[in-house]
């Protein structure tokens, strides 16, 4: 199951696809709502992580878009280091919990 990562810091997003990548997971990432919402109308993602500096607004908004374009799972990611076992402790559970729903 595809999943986009959108973050505000592409610095964090890179370390959260790395770790995303190295354990086998398809993903991409972006650090803007009309990239996050461009990649979402392909419909190509289940599940959408959204990080921890993205405005309530902005949050509110993608999760409704991500409703409309295929997405099953939106998860609320505020990273916390280190970042790879955050990612592998309390992302990958959820992103396959969702692929699990398919």
């Known amino acids: 199951m595809r999943t986009l990562v959108l973050g505000r810091s592409p610095a964090r997003v890179t370390e959260v696809l790395a770790t995303l990548r190295a354990d086998g997971f398809d993903a991409e990432g972006v650090s803007t709502d009309e990239e996050a919402q461009k990649l979402l109308e392909t419909e190509e993602f289940g599940v959408l992580i959204i990080g921890g500096g993205v405005k309530p607004d ?4 993608l999760t409704e878009f991500a409703a ?6 939106v998860i609320d990611g505020a990273l916390t ?3 790879d076992a955050y990612v592998r402790q309390e992302l990958e559970p959820l992103i396959r919990e969702a692929a699990a729903k398919e």
């Open 58 to 61: 902005s949050r509110a908004t």
């Open 68 to 73: 409309k374009h295929q997405v099953k799972r």
């Open 81 to 83: 280091e280190p970042f």
